[in-house]
C-alpha cells in the first residue's frame, strides 16, 4: 500500500510529539521542587553544608565537650602530682631546718679555752671556753679538771649549779671559777700543767678530746680546799665562789 502525502505528515507530527514529551520528562526528573512538589528546571541544586555554616558550627560544639572533658580529666592528674610533689618539699625543709639547728657537746675540736689569773676574788682562776666551730654546743655540768698528774679530778662546788645548761652558739663563750687554795687548804703543792676535760651529757664520765690550757703562770699554788664551779653564762656569776 502506498503511502499518501497526508499520512506522511500524520507520522512525522506524531514523532515529534513523541521527542517532545521525552524532553519534557527529562527536564523535570533534573529540576528543582517548589513547595507544590512542582520541579523547577532552572533553580540550581542546593549547594552542601560548607564550614562556617550554621552545620559545621554544630558538628564543631559536639566535638567541644570531649575536648573539654580530656582537659578536666587532665587536671587532676596535674594536681596530684604538685601535691605528691609538696610533701617531698616540706621534708626536704624540716631536714635543713633541723641541721640548721643541729646541736652538739663542746669539745677541744670546737672550742678554744684559756685560764687568767682572776684579782678577786684571790686565788682564783677563771676559765674561758669559746665555741670556736660553725654548730651550737652545749657546756654541760661542769669541767673535769686535772692538775698536773692528779688522780682524780678537781671537785665541783654544788651551789652554783645554774638552773639551765649553758649553750654555746658559734663565737659565744662560757666560764666557770677556779678556787685555787685557802688558808684552811692540806697538802700545798705547785701545779703546773692543767688538764681540762668536758662532762658527758648523761652526767658520767667525759666526751670527745680534752682541752690543754696553759697556766697564767710558771705554777699555780693548790690545796685540798681547790674547787670549781658549774659552767656559767657570765664571768661574774663564775667568780661569785
Not at 558538628?59 to 592528674?77: C, D, L, T, W
Not at 639547728?101 to 670546737?110: E, V, Y
Not at 664520765?205 to 696553759?214: F, I, K, L, M
Request: charge should be negative; aromatic fraction near 6%; hydrophobic fraction near 35%.
Amino acid at each position: 500500500m502506498t503511502a499518501t502525502p497526508r499520512s506522511r505528515r500524520l507520522r512525522t507530527l506524531a514523532a515529534a510529539l513523541v521527542t517532545t514529551a521525552a524532553l519534557s520528562l527529562t527536564a523535570c526528573q533534573t529540576g528543582t521542587a517548589d513547595a507544590t512538589g512542582a520541579v523547577d528546571s532552572t533553580r540550581p541544586p542546593a549547594p552542601a553544608a560548607e564550614a562556617g555554616t550554621p552545620a559545621a558550627e554544630a558538628e564543631q560544639e559536639e566535638a567541644a565537650p570531649g575536648k573539654e572533658a580530656e582537659k578536666e580529666a587532665g587536671a587532676p592528674g596535674k594536681e596530684a602530682e604538685k601535691e605528691a610533689g609538696a610533701p617531698g618539699k616540706e621534708a626536704t625543709q624540716v631536714a635543713d631546718r633541723k641541721a640548721a639547728t643541729k646541736t652538739t657537746s663542746c669539745t677541744a675540736k670546737g672550742t678554744k679555752v684559756t685560764v687568767t689569773d682572776a684579782p678577786r676574788p684571790i686565788n682564783h682562776l677563771l676559765i674561758k671556753a669559746t665555741n670556736t666551730s660553725d654548730t651550737t654546743c652545749h657546756l654541760y655540768y661542769a669541767p673535769y679538771l686535772r692538775f698536773d698528774q692528779a688522780q682524780s679530778a678537781v671537785p665541783f662546788i654544788e651551789e652554783s649549779k645554774p638552773q639551765a645548761v649553758v649553750t654555746l652558739a658559734p663565737g659565744e663563750s662560757g666560764y666557770a671559777g677556779v678556787l685555787t687554795s685557802t688558808p684552811d687548804g692540806s697538802h700545798p703543792y705547785d701545779a703546773t700543767s692543767l688538764t681540762l676535760y668536758y662532762a658527758a651529757r648523761s652526767g658520767q664520765g667525759s666526751t670527745g678530746a680534752p682541752s690543754h690550757p696553759a697556766l697564767p703562770f710558771d705554777s699555780v699554788r693548790v690545796d685540798s680546799s681547790n674547787a670549781v664551779t658549774y659552767w656559767q653564762t657570765s664571768a661574774a656569776d663564775a667568780l661569785m665562789w
